[in-house]
């Protein structure tokens, strides 16, 4: 039987026709496995490929019952694989682990002999496109702010960048010796010039690298100078960065946006860099698939339907390092209200937990050109805002000047991010990004050009961060003892951890949350409430800076009592008509029951035929995975029918269907 030709990639099957037989584009080749020894590799110690400051940031953040801090994204390609792409491509620019791919530069007749290696699960297009518009909002300017008096004491001279500290309230933590001593801050940019610059040449870079020449020597630009001082430049004075106080990995992600297209791959390898070295905040200035970067023909892009967290290269790699305790700050971009309706957002900015900054001027108010949400699967963007016009940045070779463009309110917060960190050790990307939200500006009205507002650096370090999860449904007729875990760098106020209670939605009680010992572990019961009752309940608690409800929105957390009866609640927009272009499809849904979900799978037909269930992979809330049929599979006018079947935990299990 003759061997089945790896697919192409939407994309790139969409403009093959239209590519010259002799050009050199650049392509993904995604394998389908990692070799044969993919479970030996896995018992290695992680030091194999992650450092102890890297391991040490993992056990931090991942479950307790995790196996181990790596997993098989952490293994290397297989060499094999590798060698035999090489030996058949123009060049080989990167190996993504991550990702199990390779990117390399290719001719057609290239990958028509890649397509025919048995270990080639699809080969795609690197997307690329004009940066220029991007960047076209952001300029420089030597014209001094004028100058902010200080809201409060300050332990040091500012200069002129004292009003840009002050809208972010970072002078409070700056004056209790928070200013992200013991974090590791890498920055993502076009290069990086004038490094002996007076602000910069004291600070610690532990590591550089070049992922558009592959050198631990840097390309100089201007821009990566600006975004570095903007977190990180200390000159008493003349210029202070919201985390003056922390160490630097720089890497240069990019080309010049004034020359060639750029690709995405770059970033993607620059995120698995960073992790290895154990970086603990990303400030990257840059988004990839903006409305208002369009794209080098003939080549097809991103659009701004595809900014839902998980489609673009960027947004997937910065998906697993926030999950992996790397907390993503990445800038909202500079296309404005571009089109009513949609949102301009450039990944990885639509990332799940990725940490959205846009741009608002030195008195507060958003700067016109400040990209605006939300993303295409309606979560709120951006997620919030600093000084991006005339904000105070080191330039040339001793210089400063007024910089603008989310370019620069990015890297602020990205400061305020480590603060937090360095106040609060051990917490995760997603209670970094909460305590970001909750304690902005414009918290309780949040929309998509301020997202939850300017943030607040001091308020932040001090938020009250509960995690707990619902107990199961019961049948017993006593007492439900509750637990949750409080977090506060200051000290509750007396009696005010509470647990608020009721049935069905009706909340009538409420019981003072005691603390076990010296723990983080606070506990209260809930009296039973009777047979058939839906109880409902949140926690309250307040410190000095914040009070804090959780679950965070006017939901309530739940269990039932007595027999669970009722089946999971499956919500899922059907599939339509499919292209064999754009085969296979992906099956979503959102799932949820009291008693918690046993299992969610996929039972379908092609042509009245039943094939093999399969589960669907929860993620971010949402159960999806891609029909278990390849594109060879099918062919044009087949009929698939599919339902979704799932299973709760109850201690007798309800099962749905849908349809």
């Not at 080989?92 to 530069?105: D, G």
């Not at 300050?154 to 960048?161: A, D, K």
């Not at 910065?318 to 957002?345: F, K, P």
């Not at 080191?394 to 990205?414: E, Q």
Request: hydrophobic share 35%.
């Amino acid at each position: 039987m003759a061997q089945q030709l790896a697919p192409l990639g939407k994309m790139l099957s969409g403009t093959y026709g239209r590519i010259p037989d002799d050009e050199q584009f650049p392509v993904w080749v995604y394998f389908k496995d990692k070799g044969e020894n993919t479970a030996q590799e896995l018992s290695f110690s992680p030091r194999t490929f992650l450092s102890d400051r890297a391991i040490a940031r993992r056990e931090r953040v991942l479950p307790t019952d995790a196996n181990s801090v790596i997993t098989i994204e952490d293994l290397p390609l297989e060499q094999a694989y590798v060698n035999d792409v090489s030996a058949l491509v123009a060049k080989v620019r990167h190996q993504v682990k991550w990702l199990n791919a390779m990117s390399a530069t290719v001719t057609k007749e290239e990958i028509e002999q890649l397509r025919a290696l048995p270990y080639v699960k699809e080969i795609e297009l690197v997307v690329r496109f004009k940066p220029q518009r991007r960047w076209q909002q952001e300029s420089t300017s030597d014209q001094t702010p004028p100058t902010a008096s200080p809201a409060g004491p300050s332990l040091l001279n500012y200069g002129s960048s004292l009003n840009q500290n002050q809208q972010l309230n970072t002078v409070a933590l700056h004056n209790q010796g928070i200013d992200g001593t013991g974090i590791l801050i890498s920055v993502f940019d076009a290069g990086f010039s004038n490094l002996t610059h007076p602000a910069l040449s004291t600070r610690p870079i532990v590591a550089r690298y070049d992922f558009q020449t592959n050198s631990t020597t840097l390309t100089s630009h201007s821009h990566g100078q600006n975004t570095f001082s903007c977190v990180g430049g200390f000159s008493e004075g003349n210029l202070i960065g919201t985390a003056y106080g922390a160490s630097f990995a720089l890497a240069r992600t990019e080309v010049d946006p004034t020359e060639t297209p750029v690709e995405e791959d770059n970033w993607a390898r620059a995120v698995i860099w960073a992790d290895s070295l154990g970086v603990d905040v990303i400030t990257s200035s840059l988004s990839y698939g903006a409305a208002g970067a369009p794209y080098d023909p003939p080549w097809p892009g991103y659009t701004w339907q595809d900014m839902n967290g998980v489609t673009t290269i960027v947004s997937r790699a910065a998906n697993r390092a926030t999950e992996l305790g790397i907390v993503v700050v990445n800038s909202a971009g500079n296309d404005g209200d571009a089109v009513a309706g949609q949102n301009s957002l450039g990944g990885p900015a639509d990332g799940f937990d990725v940490v959205t900054v846009g741009a608002v001027s030195s008195t507060g108010t958003r700067v016109s050109f400040s990209s605006v949400g939300p993303t295409s699967d309606g979560r709120n963007k951006p997620d919030v805002m600093a000084q991006g016009s005339g904000t105070w940045a080191a330039t040339g070779a001793n210089g400063y000047g007024g910089v603008s463009g989310t370019s620069f309110s990015c890297p602020l917060t990205a400061g305020v991010a480590a603060l937090v960190l360095q106040a609060n050790p051990g917490i995760t990307p997603k209670q970094v990004a909460e305590a970001l939200r909750q304690t902005a500006s414009r918290a309780s009205t949040p929309d998509r050009y301020y997202g939850w507002g300017i943030a607040n650096a001091a308020k932040a370090a001090h938020y009250v961060w509960m995690e707990h999860s619902p107990p199961g449904n019961t049948a017993d007729t006593t007492a439900r003892p509750i637990s949750v875990r409080i977090r506060s760098r200051i000290p509750l106020a007396t009696d005010s951890a509470r647990i608020w209670y009721g049935p069905d939605g009706t909340i009538s009680a409420s019981a003072v949350l005691v603390r076990q010992g010296t723990t983080d572990i606070y506990r209260a019961q809930i009296p039973y409430l009777g047979n058939g009752v839906n109880v409902t309940y949140y926690f309250r608690a307040k410190n000095d800076s914040n009070t804090v409800r959780a679950p965070l929105d006017t939901t309530f957390f739940s269990y039932q009592v007595g027999p669970d009866q009722t089946g999971p609640t499956i919500t899922h927009a059907q599939l339509g008509n499919q292209s064999i272009a754009s085969w296979p499809p992906k099956i979503s849904a959102q799932v949820t029951d009291l008693s918690g979900i046993q299992t969610v799978r996929v039972e379908y037909q092609k042509n009245g035929i039943s094939q093999t269930p399969f589960n669907l992979i929860l993620s971010n809330g949402i159960y999806s995975d891609t029909l278990h049929l390849g594109r060879t599979q099918v062919a044009a006018n087949d009929s698939i029918a599919y339902r979704i079947v799932a299973t709760d935990s109850a201690r007798t299990p309800n099962t749905t269907t849908y349809p």
